[in-house]
């Protein structure tokens, strides 16, 4: 099933989040999409990373994690989904007028995008971390 899913963005169910975030498992996975938005924004090289791109239909959080192995990247890739929750729901909060959310609000977000990111990052990349 990974492979099948490997270029595909698995995106979060709808949520109180007034956009979309995914999970963005490959470069190919990438350039089909900023294709289908018209947008330029070019695939992050870094361990990990957070992107928002705000086209006409809505904006959307894309997810990406370079291809190290587990264990063998920078910092290890649960670690990193957590990491990247922390700036989609920055980047919510901002988009949505939020200056200073209380913590339960920001704790209970954080683990939602960081559940669905890790129910992407399993179904794509077939690991368990």
């Not at 949520?15 to 470069?27: A, D, E, L, Q």
């Amino acid at each position: 099933m990974a492979d099948k899913l490997a270029d595909q963005i698995q995106w979060l169910p709808p949520s109180w989040f007034p956009g979309r975030i995914g999970f963005c498992p490959s470069k190919a996975a990438w350039d089909r999409f900023m294709s289908k938005m018209k947008c330029d924004l070019a695939y992050p090289t870094t361990a990990g990373g957070c992107s928002w791109v705000d086209a006409e239909s809505g904006y959307h959080i894309l997810i990406t994690l370079d291809d190290s192995p587990e264990g063998e990247g920078p910092y290890d890739h649960p670690g990193m989904l957590v990491h990247e929750a922390v700036h989609a729901f920055r980047y919510l909060c901002h988009h949505i007028g939020e200056r200073e959310p209380s913590s339960e609000f920001e704790a209970y977000s954080i683990q939602h995008i960081h559940a669905g990111l890790l129910k992407g990052y399993r179904a794509t990349r077939g690991k368990r971390p």
